[in-house]
């Protein structure tokens, strides 16, 4: 299996990704591959009931890079073409990092290359991706970053004083 390169740029999830933001796909670079599709996963390991699957995506035509905003939709053309499935939230596409407030969670972006399209329909659950992967994948790579939801402090009511 080929070794691939993955970067995300930052070690620490930006709010644009997470759920206190926009909950924007973020752009992920791929070095190394020469699949002519590519998977994605991304994930939770330290959620409070086991691993938590953030994103499923594959059918991505070749690329340096995934760009980011991606949309929460069963098949998109843009930015890339994809097909997605259904994380655990219950939703397709991707949904960013929500661990409960206070605690740090890593969140494994995991990606393969595929030797061919995967004959997945959109929606298609976690188990029946690695399962397709276990037959089509010819090269893989990871990153990780963390992320915690920070309480706020000292946020101010309407006559001024701190709360």
Request: with cysteine.
């Amino acid at each position: 299996m080929q070794n691939l390169t993955i970067e995300v740029g930052f070690d620490r999830f930006p709010l644009e990704h997470t759920c206190d933001g926009e909950n924007t796909s973020p752009r992920i670079r791929v070095l190394g591959s020469d699949a002519p599709y590519l998977a994605v996963i991304m994930d939770d390991p330290d959620a409070p009931r086991g691993t938590f699957t953030h994103w499923l995506a594959w059918n991505i035509p070749a690329t340096s890079e995934i760009p980011r905003g991606i949309l929460p939709e069963p098949r998109v053309s843009r930015p890339v073409p994809a097909v997605q499935g259904t994380n655990d939230f219950r939703m397709t596409g991707y949904s960013g990092p929500c661990p409960p407030k206070g605690a740090s969670h890593r969140f494994f972006i995991r990606v393969w290359g595929l030797a061919r399209e995967l004959d997945l329909p959109p929606g298609a659950d976690r188990s029946r991706l690695e399962d397709a992967l276990a037959a089509a994948a010819t090269g893989y790579g990871e990153t990780m970053a963390v992320y915690d939801r920070r309480k706020v402090f000292g946020a101010r009511s309407q006559t001024g004083s701190r709360t």
